[in-house]
């Protein structure tokens, strides 16, 4: 009589399993995250706020096509990631970001990326001792990088002399400001947070409200008027606050940078945000 065999069960690979959520741009990734995914995404010098709004997320692991750390400075994001237990990698590139399918189910193990028994990317894997090196190296050359900032800025003053130092060229809003105080919002990670633990002051001062860019919505989500919205003409749509945000502020300052034209606008948000300022305008300007 012949027994059956029974057969081992396969053995499972090695790695870190889950779906990846992919999107180049990290600010519209958040949203979509959810606890055990697999971010990935395409940030440099990776910053705290974004990485603790990683880590709030629930992420398992973090794969990143460019430098978290690039050397430039010590940008705490990485230690951030590290410290909460999140798997990193670095530095899949571009084509290993293309590579993979945003819903796929992959597994990630030493620093490469596997849908299947397929690799797709390959990048190197970042711990808490790779990040405690790298940002001791960054903080070595930033001296370099001081010496370089007192230099640029220096030059800039130079360069800039009749707006910063006179006052020549600046936009005349129509918002009072002598006396009063400014508030400057801008989007950010604990925006919301911040913004209600000082609304007794802004209940009680009513100061100069100015929103940079989508700050101008925060604001007005969070139920008041700004004054003063601020936006650069190179910012993308979903970048800037709504057409309905930038009717309802007294002045919008446009920022074109020195010997740049302003794009055609090609919708109703583009329109909007046209009128802020002159098609080749070299200096902020405004409108009512």
Partial sequence: MKLPVRQRPATAP????????VERRTRNLLPRLRPGDLAVLDHLDMDRAT????????????INASPMISGRYANLGPQVLADAGVLLVDGI???????????????????????????????????????????????????TQLETFMHNSSEFLRREEDLLLH??????????????AVV??????????????????LREQQPVLIGVERGAE?????GFRPDIVVLDA???????????????ARDVVLRIDRGE???RPNSSSDSAYARCGSSRARRPRTRR
Avoid: C, N, W, Y
């Fill in 167 to 180: 006052g020549r060229g600046l936009p005349k809003p129509s918002t009072r400001i002598a006396g009063r």
């Fill in 93 to 143: 590139g571009t084509d290993g970001l293309s590579a993979i399918r945003d819903g796929a189910r992959i597994r990630v193990h030493e620093g490469s990326v596997h849908v299947g028994d397929e690799l797709v990317a390959t990048g190197h894997e970042v711990d808490g001792d790779d990040v405690r090196a790298q940002m001791d190296q960054a903080r070595v050359g930033m001296a």
């Fill in 14 to 21: 090695p790695g870190l399993v889950g779906t990846a959520r």
């Fill in 234 to 248: 190179r910012v993308d749509e979903a970048e800037r606050p709504s057409v309905k945000t930038l009717r309802a």
């Fill in 51 to 62: 990485a603790q709004a990683l880590v709030d997320s629930g992420v398992a692991a973090v």
């Fill in 184 to 201: 400057v919002v801008v989007a950010g990670h604990e925006h919301e947070r911040e913004l209600a633990a000082i609304r007794p002051f």
């Fill in 261 to 263: 034209t302003a794009r």
């Fill in 218 to 222: 925060v604001l007005r989500e969070a």
